[in-house]
């Protein structure tokens, strides 16, 4: 059917009619134009916004007119009658494979060519008439008694109404569970599952018990000996028991990833289980007749039901959402744990923070002179971006496993530390004493962010400048003398694009932050430190003791030495990805503008304006500005989204924060006195 037809706009219900029907019957009685027209006539063009919808103009229609509802309740049955729809059932919106990438990948070119079922199924019908993918939320404001009443009016029969017991929408509902279960079942076998759970492993699996139990209720419907299931049932109150064990044994699963790590594949397994559970609840409910009215009501239900499945079978925003979220806690509890340190409170800590700045600064100082050696080499641009990458990456490293501290790294870390302020001022405090607290922890974060900039910047600035100077003493060679009109023109924030790629460095610092969290997690759950303490070459090698200190070792750094290695590589190819696109990419972090500055001075003998100076300055501050605000503002939204936190609290966050600044605004650059904590 070409649903790109002209579009008639209907001025009632009888024209409908009039134009559909001849010789008191629809034209062609398995053309589903007649269905769609009267579907078309009750939607509505922004679904989200209308309060209701009423189906009383066709109502009054079948009322007033017999001949009419005749036609289409006859119509109706017609078309669907003996539709298969149970496959629909049980995979529609339901992960079908634990790749997330294969399934992004497959919904998209769903979304661009949707697929198009068999015309004997009741996804056919579904697909080329509620086509639309909010289809679903305007027939759910349809009231359920008008619903009930124009199944009365046509005499619609309910689901519970077969000939045969292979046949009817009651028999598609007990095969959807039937694969349900059976897949169920087998996943939750798996090794990865189970090394989840490792407290169900000597216990029968509720899930193989919940399908036994299952098969003995569909055996009893099929026969014929039951028509339905009441609620006060022996085998129906056991389903449910093992349906809520199955569901305990999924949270068990997921509470143990803080414990046994998980990846995105084990979460995605998790995942699927989770929403063919919650499938087979809605499922098991519609078995269920407890009153003669419940017979309608179910079928008017499942029929929405269906409608729903079909409209956000290919939902994306969805998929990525349930899929990440699990994963994404895990990091953020990672760089939780990490960040704390990046917070000072007293004023030790705060020096201690200056004095890992000025390491880093000293770290950066030397970067800037290698890069602009590294500039000189004659080969291609990937030779530089490799060049540059390790350049970077391995001066990262360095200040890493020195304990130093590169300005604008910690945010990335951070941003959970402070949902976890913020949980933990919900659930024992007042609103305003949560933000106030939530303030106050800002406060030091900023003022912690602010001595690591001032660190950075005397650093990088003094050491970049000492060691061009050796250089040109012992050598006799300026090499900043062709490349300092560049570096200067780099820094400024007017004359360049350094605001825009100080945020492109900002966007890497956060995804530094996730692959560290990641490598962690993932690690955790593969038990890699664990095969290394106890691989037997190693230990015959190293002896017992030193391999555990290897292990226990990189346990707790080789997560920040890959973070730190992919970030460099981040900045390093950056400026040669854009020269490839055709676009003008680079990256600007304020440490290195820092010391980019101070070669740039040198290279121009210091014969530079006043408002180059100027410039160059106020460079510095807008790029540290800017590494800061994306890498937190980015992971902030992660941290957010992870524990369902709504986006809107910011607001009142950014509300207590100002309020805080305007009654102590020096405790955001200096710690208060022992009085003041």
């Known amino acids: 059917m070409n649903l790109l037809r002209k579009q008639i706009a209907y001025k009632s219900i009888n024209e409908i009619f009039e134009k559909y029907i001849v010789d008191d019957q629809v034209v062609s009685q398995d053309n589903l134009f007649f269905l769609y027209e009267l579907v078309r006539y009750f939607r509505p063009k922004r679904p989200k916004t209308v309060a209701n919808i009423t189906l009383r103009p066709l109502l009054d229609h079948l009322i007033e007119f017999d001949k009419h509802r005749n036609i289409l309740s006859n119509y109706l049955k017609n078309i669907l009658s003996d539709r298969k729809f149970h496959l629909m059932v049980s995979d529609a919106g339901i992960l079908q494979d634990s790749d ?33 993918e909010n289809d679903f939320i305007w027939i759910n404001k349809i009231p359920l008694e008008e619903l009930v009443e124009l ?10 109404q077969f000939e045969k017991a292979e046949s009817g929408a009651l028999s598609e509902i ?5 694969l349900l279960t059976q897949r169920m079942s087998g996943r939750s076998m798996d090794t990865s599952i189970l090394k989840m759970i490792p407290k169900y492993n000597h216990l029968e699996s ?36 093992l349906y809520n064990q199955c569901v305990e044994l999924i949270k068990h699963a997921y509470k143990n990833s803080s ?13 699927r289980i989770r929403q063919q559970l919650d499938r087979i609840k809605i499922l098991i409910d519609f078995l269920v007749v407890d009153k003669t009215q419940d017979r309608l009501t179910n079928t008017i239900k499942l029929s929405l039901k269906l409608i729903e499945y079909n409209c956000y079978k290919n939902n994306i925003s969805k998929l990525i959402a349930e899929s990440t979220q699990v994963v994404s806690y895990e990091i953020t509890q990672y760089t939780a744990k990490t960040g704390e340190h990046y917070i000072t409170e007293t004023a030790k800590e705060y020096f201690s923070m200056f004095k890992a700045s000025l390491g880093a600064g000293l770290v950066v100082g030397f970067l800037c002179i290698f890069k602009v050696l590294l500039s000189k080499v004659t080969t291609s641009d990937f030779g530089f971006a490799f060049l540059y990458s390790m350049n970077y990456a391995f001066g990262f490293i360095v200040i890493y496993l020195c ?8 945010p990335a870390m951070t941003a959970a530390t402070i949902i976890k302020a913020i949980e933990e001022g919900r659930k024992n405090q007042s609103a305003t004493e949560q933000h106030s607290a939530f303030a106050t922890l800002f406060a030091r974060l900023f003022r912690s962010q602010f001595i690591a900039f001032v660190g950075n910047v005397i650093m990088a600035f003094a050491v970049g400048l000492l060691l ?32 825009f790629h100080a945020g492109i460095a900002g966007v890497f610092l956060f995804l530094s932050g996730i692959i560290s969290g990641n490598v962690s997690n993932k690690n955790k759950h593969n038990q890699v430190y664990y095969r ?27 997560s920040g030495i890959v973070s730190n290695f992919w970030f460099g590589v981040f900045m390093g190819s950056t400026h040669s990805i854009g020269i490839f696109l055709g676009l003008n990419l680079d990256i600007r972090h304020i440490t290195f503008v820092s010391g980019n500055i101070a070669l740039g001075a040198y290279g121009a003998d210091f014969q530079l304006p006043a408002i180059t100076w100027f410039w160059c300055f106020m460079g510095i501050f807008l790029v540290g500005f800017m590494n800061f605000i994306v890498s937190f503002g980015l992971s902030l939204s992660l941290a957010l989204r992870s524990r369902n936190i709504p986006l809107i609290e910011i607001f009142s966050l950014q509300k207590s924060v100002w309020k805080h600044f305007k009654k102590r605004p020096l405790h955001f650059f200096f710690p208060p006195g022992k009085q003041q904590r």
């Open 174 to 178: 007990l095969f959807s569970m039937g």
């Open 468 to 499: 061009i100077w050796l250089i040109d003493t012992v050598t006799g060679i300026n090499i900043a003398d062709t490349k300092w009109p560049t570096m200067i023109k780099d820094s400024s924030p007017v004359h360049s694009l350094a605001i």
């Open 259 to 271: 414990v046994f790590g998980i990846t995105l594949k084990v979460n995605q397994s998790l995942l």
């Open 532 to 558: 290394i303490q106890e691989n037997p070459v190693f230990k015959s090698t190293f002896g017992t003791y030193k391999t555990a200190k290897i292990a226990s070792w990189l346990e707790r750094k080789w």
């Open 403 to 410: 304990g130093f501290a590169l300005a604008t790294k910690q």
């Open 151 to 160: 199944m009365e009016v046509l005499n619609g029969s309910d689901i519970y």
């Open 100 to 132: 997330f990438l294969y399934e992004v990948r497959k919904r998209i070119s769903a979304k661009i060519l949707p697929y198009q079922p068999q015309k004997d199924t009741l996804e056919y019908v579904l697909n080329q008439v509620f086509y639309k």
């Open 206 to 241: 509720p899930f193989l018990g919940f399908e036994n139990e299952f098969l003995e209720i569909e055996n009893r419907l099929r026969k014929g000996e039951i028509q339905f299931v009441d609620s006060n049932d022996l085998n129906y109150k056991q389903l449910v028991i």
